[in-house]
């Protein structure tokens, strides 16, 4: 099984910038970020594929969000940038060692078999 570990949370200002963190504890072929806030669904964020570095993003956080991975390390990093209140959520980072997942989009949540605790972000106006 792989584990998932997220940090980097906290809360800033609206208009701020924040960074988080995911550790696995293997090589994973597919990262990527999920949010939640409350009373909502689950929502993709950002994806990455760990060996080409192929990155794709919802729409909603496309040209602020940037995700990025280090093979090495094992880590996904989400960098946000120009938050705002609407970003308010748990963080979640998700995995799969399946490169390949038919009929699933690369932000569906089913397309992930492995997920971590969650961190929670908050952005003030």
């Known amino acids: 099984q792989v584990q998932l570990v997220e940090s980097g949370g906290g809360s800033v200002q609206a208009g701020g910038s924040l960074t988080l963190s995911c550790l696995a504890s293997e090589y994973t072929y597919v990262m990527a970020w999920f949010r939640q806030a409350p009373g909502k669904e689950r929502e993709g964020v950002a994806r990455?594929?760990?060996?080409?570095?192929?990155?794709y993003y919802a729409d909603s956080v496309k040209g602020r969000f940037t995700i990025s991975r280090d093979i090495g390390k094992n880590t996904v990093w989400l960098q946000m940038n120009s938050l705002k209140p609407e970003d308010t959520a748990m963080y979640y980072c998700a995995a799969d060692r399946r490169v390949v997942r038919v009929g699933l989009g690369a932000l569906d949540i089913l397309r992930y078999d492995y997920w971590g605790q969650g961190t929670q972000v908050t952005v003030s106006s």
């Open positions: 990455i594929l760990t060996a080409s570095g192929s990155t």
